[in-house]
């Protein structure tokens, strides 16, 4: 389960912080992201990321138009997934999802996959963020 959070109405150069509760599975054994929808627009991977057993490193991934702006953290204790948006512009506007490879469509090999992002098949309910002076 996804249970996303923080999406608001902001003014161009301002920043956010979207908050995904996660339940049911283990972050060590999964990648979490974030996918953004703008009606009539193609669905945009905005930013992946896994640590955990297979990678204790761990590995982010990020679209280009938020790289740099947009970093992506979690908090093991809370099994939360934390995305902070920087600098906001007008284009950012869209309904932000929380995605993770574990439905039925996801084959083990996209458990930890970030390149599989848009393939994430276990979506949130979606988070309104809205930039607009």
């Known amino acids: 389960q996804l249970v996303e959070s923080g999406g608001d109405l902001v003014q161009p150069g301002g920043s956010l912080t979207l908050s995904c509760e996660t339940a049911g599975f283990s972050l060590d054994f999964y990648a979490v992201g974030w996918i953004r929808q703008v009606p009539g627009k193609e669905s945009e991977g905005v930013a992946c990321?896994?640590?955990?057993?297979?990678?204790?490193?761990?590995?982010?991934s990020y679209a280009d138009s938020v790289k740099g702006r947009f970093p992506i953290s979690r908090d093991n204790a809370k099994n939360t997934v934390y995305l902070q948006m920087n600098s906001l512009k007008p284009d950012d506007t869209a309904v932000y999802y929380c995605?993770?490879?574990?439905?039925?469509?996801?084959?083990?090999?996209?458990?930890?996959?970030?390149?599989?992002?848009?393939?994430?098949?276990?979506w949130g309910q979606g988070t309104q963020v809205t930039v607009s002076s």
């Open positions: 995605v993770a490879p574990l439905g039925a469509k996801s084959p083990p090999n996209y458990h930890t996959d970030c390149g599989k992002l848009t393939e994430f098949d276990l």
């Open positions: 990321l896994y640590r955990g057993f297979y990678n204790r490193e761990g590995t982010t």
